[in-house]
T-cell receptor, first 112, second 113 residues
């Protein structure tokens, strides 16, 4: 099993550009989420999904969109990149109640 | 929503010493408390977890304790080794909620040989 796969691993964007971070899992997990990790701020929840067709906002959703058309995929879209979105992004998935989250390898995004 | 506080933000110990990281949570409906270890440049990975019907859980050199009345839980690492150096995150999940974990801000543990 591949687990949770994120692409790309590294990305540099110019301010105002848009892009999509890809996340796919092969464990048939219903619950998926996106976090950003900044120094001293821990893992902050951007958006999450509790199943195909269902998404909701987390703690820091502004500037990001998500969709969940299949159980496997949960892409994160940056609409118009800003330097404040420079961060490491992690996708995670789980079975749900009282179960561990499995993380992708992360995407290091720099917006210049 | 749920809020998780984690202390300290940095912990420096000598090899062989014990390390303790403490977390508090705000939602009394939380019932699952995992701990994740993140090595430099890697993804967070689960090292131990505890559920609300258990007060303590051990796995070799690591242990977690939970006090539901006080709404706090702690990670204990004994006989620390240099390979324990990493960032550790506590998290909580609220029963009947989204089942998406809320994380603390992390503790950078440095074990000096």
């Amino acid at each position: 099993n591949a687990g949770v796969t994120q692409t790309p691993k590294f990305q540099v964007l110019k301010t105002g550009q848009s892009m999509t971070l890809q996340c796919a899992q092969d464990m048939n997990h219903e619950y998926m989420s996106w976090y950003r990790q900044d120094p001293g701020m821990g893992l902050r929840l951007i958006h999450y999904s509790v199943g195909a067709g269902i998404t909701d906002q987390g703690e820091v959703p502004n500037g990001y969109n998500v969709s969940r058309s299949t159980t496997e995929d949960f892409p994160l879209r940056l609409l118009s990149a800003a330097p404040s979105q420079t961060s490491v992004y992690f996708c995670a998935s789980s079975y749900g109640e009282n179960t561990e989250a499995f993380f992708g390898q992360g995407t290091r995004l720099t917006v210049v | 929503g749920e809020n998780v506080e984690q202390h300290p933000s940095t912990l420096s110990v000598q090899e062989g010493d014990s390390a303790v990281i403490k977390c508090t949570y705000s939602d009394s409906a939380s019932n699952y408390f995992p701990w994740y270890k993140q090595e430099l440049g890697k993804r967070p990975q689960l090292i131990i977890d505890i559920r609300s019907n258990v007060g303590e859980k051990k796995d070799q050199r690591i242990a977690v304790t939970l006090n539901k009345t006080a709404k706090h839980f702690s990670l204990h690492i004994t006989e620390t080794q240099p390979e324990d150096s990493a960032v550790y995150f506590c998290a909580s999940q609220v029963a009947g909620g989204s089942y998406i974990p809320t994380f603390g801000r992390g503790t950078s543990l440095i074990v000096h040989p």
